[in-house]
């Protein structure tokens, strides 16, 4: 392994921010591990990973399994141990040596926080499907922030699991998202990436902001669920994000992320010097849209609402969003004729409401007739298919133990 996916490696374990949830391809934490979880699931199940929970044994019977030669403050069994290592185990480089045993984490899930997912009335997937948002902004008492976000990462895997089978996310839709998940296969999907030209623009004339991607660096390498609540600013826009929607009719993409710089034109390459140079860096959001469809028209509604949603959803939305441009990339299934053309956005046709004034009126619908001007100018279109290896790869991977 190398020192890049080692680093990765770590920062999935120790990575500061709940929410995350890790799709493991292979022996990569990249991609979804475990595609036989359902909503039904018990979260205890779910935490240990499929792994036998680990046996209540003494302390000093667990250091000697894990090959420390330590001296504890008492042997008293391993339940409780976690509960307050340093009362056991008060030197503090000795104290590290066992927290960062992968056999002590698992005590860590079992003994320490499937009580505490208890306690506020999380068995089952389900329920944490309905209360994740409630539980991650409150105080986590007693629990690492390292375990913590090992905790939401398994269990927000589960859901994205268990709503393949429910429909809110298809197969499909999975396997499409795991391909931008994984940084390999990542950059041979990013190479065949086909732009989709605006009128009198050849279909070499642009490239996306992927296509100088750095790897690891741009790439996401975890995913959050976006809140169902939508009215509720609970996220920070961040980049190595992978963003996915909780709903089934949410409007335009199934995941997003963002990265650093936009894609180039010769048009806009003077543009891009300038803005490089100015207070705010310049970046591109990424919608991923899986289709099987022989085309994916939208509307100027859905695209106005999908604005408002990503305003109420992300704090710093408003200053984070400037400087920004959008591309949409529509994963195709192998049995789809490879989009050839851009894919419309049609404009919404709306009537007076009953109570509205004329002035509100004709402002709705200015404000329709901007974001098709919005879609034509601002928004890069690429469609790539999921065929031959590629599929074969994402299958392996996705069943990958």
Not at 203 to 227: D, F, I, M, Q, V
Not at 243 to 258: E, I, K, N, Q
Not at 317 to 322: A, E
Request: charged share 30%.
């Amino acid at each position: 392994m190398s020192a890049a996916d080692e680093s990765f490696r770590r920062e999935e374990v120790t990575g500061g921010t709940s929410g995350i949830f890790s799709i493991q391809i292979g022996t990569k934490p990249d991609v979804v591990r475990q595609p036989t979880y359902r909503l039904k699931d018990r979260v205890d199940c779910v935490l240990m990973d499929g792994r036998v929970p680990p046996p209540d044994v003494k302390l000093s019977v667990f250091l000697k399994r894990i090959g420390l030669d330590i001296v504890p403050n008492g042997d008293e069994s391993m339940r409780l141990v976690v509960l307050d290592p340093g009362e056991h185990i008060p030197n503090e480089r000795e104290r590290r040596a066992v927290l960062n045993a992968e056999e002590y984490m698992l005590y860590e899930l079992r003994y320490v926080v499937v009580p505490f997912l208890w306690t506020h009335g999380v068995y089952i997937v389900q329920q944490w499907k309905e209360k994740r948002d409630d539980i991650c902004s409150c105080e986590h008492a007693g629990v690492r922030d390292e375990i913590w976000n090992v905790a939401v990462g398994r269990l927000d895997a589960a859901v994205l699991i268990g709503e393949r089978h429910r429909g809110t996310l298809s197969e499909f839709s999975v396997r499409a998202l795991a391909a931008f998940l994984h940084s390999d296969l990542a950059e041979i999907v990013v190479s065949r990436f086909a732009y989709l030209p605006r009128c009198g623009e050849s279909p070499c004339e642009r490239t996306s902001a992927l296509a100088t991607l750095n790897k690891k660096r741009l790439l996401p390498h975890r995913g959050k669920w976006l809140p169902r609540d939508t009215n509720r600013c609970t996220l920070k826009c961040e980049y190595g994000v992978l963003y996915v929607r909780s709903v089934d009719d949410f409007p335009l993409f199934d995941g997003f992320f963002f990265v650093v710089g936009h894609g180039t034109s010769d048009e806009r390459a003077e543009v891009r010097a300038a803005h490089s140079c100015g207070a705010h860096q310049p970046k591109t959001i990424v919608l991923l849209q899986a289709t099987k469809e022989a085309s994916h028209h939208t509307e100027t509604g859905k695209l106005l609402k999908l604005k408002a949603i990503l305003r109420r959803a992300f704090q710093d939305w408003d200053d984070f969003s400037k400087n920004m441009r959008w591309e949409i990339v529509y994963v195709q299934h192998t049995d789809a004729r490879l989009f050839e053309k851009r894919q419309r956005c049609d404009r919404t046709e709306v009537k007076k409401k009953k109570e509205e004034t004329d002035e509100e009126y004709v402002e709705r619908q200015t404000a329709l007739d901007t974001e098709q001007v919005f879609w034509e100018r601002e928004v890069d279109q690429y469609a790539v298919k999921l065929v031959g290896d590629l599929l074969a790869a994402l299958d392996l991977c996705l069943s990958a133990k």
